[in-house]
């Protein structure tokens, strides 16, 4: 029996899911083309009819939901339409929440992967660029009581959320990374006009009631 002509995409898919989740929890290095197919439930020999090389294949695990509609791994609980006025904010609670925290398989591949990029080649680097950019292109379209958006602001909110979350991954799980989230995300959102001043209707901060302006955090002296 012929296969029907959608059964190689979905067969793709399943590949890049597999990837997805290994490469984000071992790294590019650690993971061998077979067991990116064992993980896809494919054989090892398959897998060249859909990829020309894993590099290849990671080029397709760098997508997210800012370059691919139809990404289908949001984290529970959290919603991140690009297409709403409140997509800025969103896109930075998201980030920076627990739940995106502790889904470590279904990263933003811009928080999981950013070392496994740096040593590899154009190509890779350049299909990061591409998500980064993305993101960024999201969060300056919705910056608030700004006439001209600064690209530069939005660079900067984009920064801190991807970096936020990776030095938090670092440290051992505890209160030390939900404060340091939360540092991360107040300012982020303060830089966007998204902490309910400036004319904003105050509610984006009802949910992370953690989220206030570093401008009012105490300054610590040395004795």
Not at 79 to 98: F, H, K, M, N, T
Not at 140 to 148: D, P
Not at 178 to 186: D, I, Q, S, W
Request: charged share 25%; proline share 5%; aromatic share 8%.
């Amino acid at each position: 029996m012929p296969y029907r002509p959608d059964h190689k995409v979905a067969r793709r898919e399943q590949i890049v899911d597999s990837a997805r989740h290994l490469f984000n929890r071992h790294g590019f290095d650690r993971v061998s083309v077979k067991q990116i197919m064992a993980g896809a439930g494919l054989t090892h020999g398959g897998f060249y009819s859909y990829f020309k090389s894993k590099s290849d294949l990671y080029t397709e695990v760098l997508r997210c939901f800012f370059t691919d509609p139809n990404w289908k791994h949001r984290w529970k609980g959290l919603e991140v339409d690009l297409c709403s006025q409140e997509a800025g904010p969103q896109i930075v609670r998201a980030y920076l929440s627990p739940q995106h925290f502790a889904d470590v398989e279904n990263s933003c591949p811009m928080v999981a992967l950013p070392a496994d990029v740096r040593r590899s080649d154009e190509r890779v680097r350049s299909a990061f660029e591409t998500v980064f950019q993305a993101m960024v292109s999201a969060l300056q379209k919705n910056a608030k009581g700004v006439a001209r958006p600064d690209r530069g602001r939005a660079q900067a909110i984009a920064a801190l959320c991807i970096g936020g979350m990776v030095v938090a991954r670092a440290m051992n799980d505890g209160p030390a990374t939900k404060e340091l989230r939360n540092a991360c995300m107040a300012v982020a959102l303060e830089l966007g006009n998204w902490n309910g001043k400036s004319g904003t209707k105050g509610r984006h901060n009802r949910r992370f009631p953690a989220a206030i302006s570093s401008r009012n955090a105490p300054v610590r002296r040395r004795p």
